[in-house]
């Protein structure tokens, strides 16, 4: 029989290894800040190099970029000021990714008169295999590449998919981790669409 002072050690050291698993799980979830310096600056991004960059949330500005798409044209999100957008962290080999990949294009293929834009980074594929799967699928919006995942790295993105709703004014309206249905994406549509 243990006596109480080693049962009183034993609980105490799962309690310790339950908060740090915790704490992990916090880190995991809501991301690390980002190393200061050139390390922690996507190319292509206008950060000063001294910047932190916290992890993207609802309500911040969504961090930009450029990434070039599968025809080799350079896409600035930026430059897309003032249209609601759906960046998409994606990857080839992800089951989930490609059951929502429909929805996603059927939503781009209905509102894009609207000015609605669909960004598909892609986690550092060959070019290769991202327009295979474009095709194959027949998705009409735009497939971005993300060569080393610097900027799925600066959205501190880690489940795929991961999809962030920005509106007009360029900040972060929604976001989703992880398969969304028809009508979760309707959801997170109608807080970027016009009323």
Same mark, same amino acid.
């Given at each position: 029989?243990?006596?109480? %002072?080693?049962? =009183?050690?034993?609980?105490?050291?799962?309690?310790?290894?339950?908060?740090?698993?915790?704490?992990?799980? $916090?880190? !995991?979830?809501? @991301?690390? /800040?980002? *190393?200061?310096?050139?390390?922690?600056?996507?190319? @292509?991004?206008?950060?000063?190099?001294?910047?932190?960059?916290?992890? &993207?949330? !609802?309500?911040?500005?969504?961090?930009? +970029?450029?990434?070039?798409?599968?025809?080799?044209?350079?896409?600035?999100?930026? %430059?897309?000021?003032?249209? /609601?957008?759906?960046?998409?962290?994606? $990857?080839?080999?992800?089951?989930?990714?490609?059951?929502?990949? &429909?929805?996603?294009?059927?939503?781009? =293929? #209905?509102?894009r008169d609207q000015g609605f834009v669909v960004l598909a980074v892609d986690d550092d594929e &060959?070019? *290769?295999?991202?327009? !295979?799967? +474009? #095709?194959?699928?027949?998705? *009409?919006?735009? $497939?971005?590449?993300? /060569?080393?995942?610097?900027?799925?790295?600066?959205?501190?993105?880690?489940?795929? /998919?991961? %999809? +962030? +709703?920005?509106? =007009?004014?360029? =900040?972060?309206? %929604?976001?989703?981790? @992880?398969?969304?249905?028809?009508?979760?994406?309707?959801?997170?549509?109608?807080?970027?669409? &016009?009323?």
């Amino acid at each position: 029989m243990d006596s109480p %002072s080693s049962t =009183r050690a034993t609980l105490l050291i799962m309690g310790g290894g339950m908060l740090i698993g915790l704490a992990i799980g $916090a880190l !995991v979830l809501i @991301g690390l /800040p980002a *190393a200061q310096g050139a390390a922690a600056t996507p190319a @292509g991004t206008n950060a000063n190099n001294n910047s932190n960059f916290p992890a &993207p949330i !609802v309500g911040s500005p969504a961090p930009d +970029f450029t990434l070039k798409n599968i025809e080799g044209r350079d896409i600035r999100l930026s %430059s897309l000021n003032g249209q /609601p957008i759906l960046i998409n962290f994606w $990857a080839t080999w992800c089951g989930p990714c490609e059951i929502e990949m &429909p929805a996603i294009d059927a939503a781009y =293929r #209905k509102y894009r008169d609207q000015g609605f834009v669909v960004l598909a980074v892609d986690d550092d594929e &060959p070019l *290769a295999d991202v327009v !295979v799967f +474009f #095709k194959k699928h027949n998705l *009409a919006f735009e $497939a971005l590449l993300d /060569p080393g995942t610097k900027v799925t790295d600066l959205y501190r993105v880690r489940a795929f /998919p991961t %999809s +962030f +709703f920005v509106g =007009r004014n360029g =900040r972060i309206l %929604s976001m989703q981790i @992880g398969t969304m249905t028809e009508k979760q994406l309707e959801g997170h549509l109608e807080r970027i669409l &016009p009323k």
